[in-house]
């Protein structure tokens, strides 16, 4: 499989932290990387912010998959968070690249995952940047401090949001950060989520199976923004005629227990 993640999710503009270390030779002595503006800064800058994918290029992308006999599991988190801590649904946020997305899932060129609803802990606007510190440890969802109540709401929301969208069943989860609770895969499963992927071992065992990172090519939508497309290129011919499946199909295989 090869998998993208964070297409829509907020942190890419909230998610701001930078470098705290700085090598000198054998040394790696301490850096202020985190204060007022210089983490906005590269090299200093470590994660955001950075741009949305836009529709051409996601229309690059599924050509590259088609040219490339390839199919790529894209974990989408349904609303984007913004300033002032409102949501705003994917397809309303980005619609150009929702249709473009859509009609790769329609050629069977995409699988979209759910990957949260907000990517990001809202309570007391966890999520904005900080003046003197990263706020990398927010831009998680499932908390094991966050209601099961919350979680079960989050993720009903994000199921409704993207099977409207693209016109599919979801059936994969990819937890934000890779972080989850037991009672998270338990609301996982009474909604009908049947597979989990992140960085994990690959197991059928447990309550959902998972198909781990190790299965396959994961990277962030980050990896295309700033590579362009040629980056996607470059991962595909790396990989040669190897046979490339969604996530939910390696998930199938699991379950009937094939090699
Ligand atoms: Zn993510």
Partial sequence: MIRMDDVG??????????????????????????VLWLKYLPPIKRWGPYRELEAPEWYAIIDALAKAGARMTVAITAAW????????????????AARAIREGVGAGLL??????????LLAGRAFRPRLFAGNRPYHREFYEFLPPETQEANIRRALTILSEAFGAAIVTLVPPGNLLQPVTVEIARRHGL???SYRAPTTRDGVLPVVG???????HDRDVVLGGVAWLHARLAALGAREIRFVRELGERLLEGAP
Avoid at 9 to 34: C, D, M, Q, W
Avoid at 111 to 120: D, S
Avoid at 213 to 219: L, Q, R, S, Y
Wanted: charged share 25%; net charge neutral.
């Fill in 9 to 34: 999710a907020a942190s890419k503009r909230h998610e701001v932290y930078g470098l705290t270390r700085i090598a000198l030779g054998p040394v790696r002595l301490p850096f202020p990387g985190n």
């Fill in 81 to 96: 968070v913004e300033d002032d801590g409102t949501l705003t649904p994917f397809p309303r946020k980005f619609p150009g």
């Fill in 111 to 120: 699988e979209v995952a759910h990957h949260g609803l907000t990517h990001c």
């Fill in 194 to 196: 049947r597979f989990l």
């Fill in 213 to 219: 990172d190790d299965c396959g090519v994961v990277f």
